[in-house]
């Protein structure tokens, strides 16, 4: 199957800075990324989806600015935590697809990365 | 409005029997396609099965069958012959055909924990 590779796995900053989490598919063109968070013993929440070439889209709730989202190629996608907080820590996690609709092609996820902040 | 519901929080099951897992979906559109993914501990999404709301048949994959019953709305996912390597966070995904961003909603979970 089709592999997406996120980066970092953990990752642990001082409150205010910022941090950077890669999302690479390794073996295809990915047309649309997704980013999701998690809470502890939670559910997958969309923060937003990414778009190669495009500005992303957010979900309501989801502030812009604290989590900025670049999708430069069509095998990379960047979510920046900006201004860490400590109510930002949390499990993130990316999805991949090569295009077109879910069901044509099933969403390939990235491992993940637990950011905590102190 | 879309939503996916597992009304299950944690299940147990005993090694090598049967369990099935609750999902219950919310939508208006005609297509859409429904998931299962699970999530060990570590973290990572793992896909299990998929089901097309058009499919005449129910998806099997393996040891993982999804009983899909269109009226009712309910795609629940039945794992045979369970492995203590089961244990672990399972999630009921959709994806509405008619929303351009392709994106998947996901239900609660079930915790299953499998016991030897």
């Not at chain 2, 147990?12 to 099935?20: G, P, S």
Request: with cysteine; hydrophobic share 35%.
């Amino acid at each position: 199957g089709a592999v997406v590779s996120q980066h970092p796995s953990r990752v642990i900053c001082k409150s205010g800075t910022s941090v950077k989490i890669e999302c690479r598919s390794l073996d295809f063109q990915a047309t649309t990324m997704f980013w999701y968070r998690q809470f502890p013993k939670k559910s997958l929440m969309l923060m937003a989806t990414s778009n190669e070439g495009s500005k992303a889209t957010y979900e309501q709730g989801v502030e812009k600015d604290k989590f900025l989202i670049n999708h430069a190629s069509l095998t990379l996608s960047t979510l920046t935590v900006t201004s860490a907080h400590p109510e930002d820590s949390s499990f993130y996690i990316c999805s991949a697809q090569r295009g077109g609709w879910l069901g044509d092609t099933e969403a390939f996820f990235g491992q993940g990365t637990r950011l905590t902040v102190v | 409005a879309q939503k996916i519901t597992q009304t299950q929080p944690g299940m147990f099951v005993q090694e090598k029997e049967a369990v099935t897992l609750d999902c219950t979906y919310d939508t208006s559109d005609q297509s859409y396609g429904l998931f299962w993914y699970k999530q060990p501990s570590s973290g990572e999404m793992i896909f299990l099965i998929y089901q097309g709301s058009y499919d005449e048949q129910n998806a099997t994959e393996g040891r993982y069958s999804l009983n899909f019953q269109k009226a009712r709305k309910s795609a629940n996912l039945v794992i045979s012959a369970s492995q203590l390597g089961d244990s672990a966070m399972y999630f009921c995904a959709m994806s509405p055909r008619m929303d351009s961003s392709y994106k998947l909603i996901f239900g609660s979970g079930t915790r299953l924990l499998v016991r030897p």
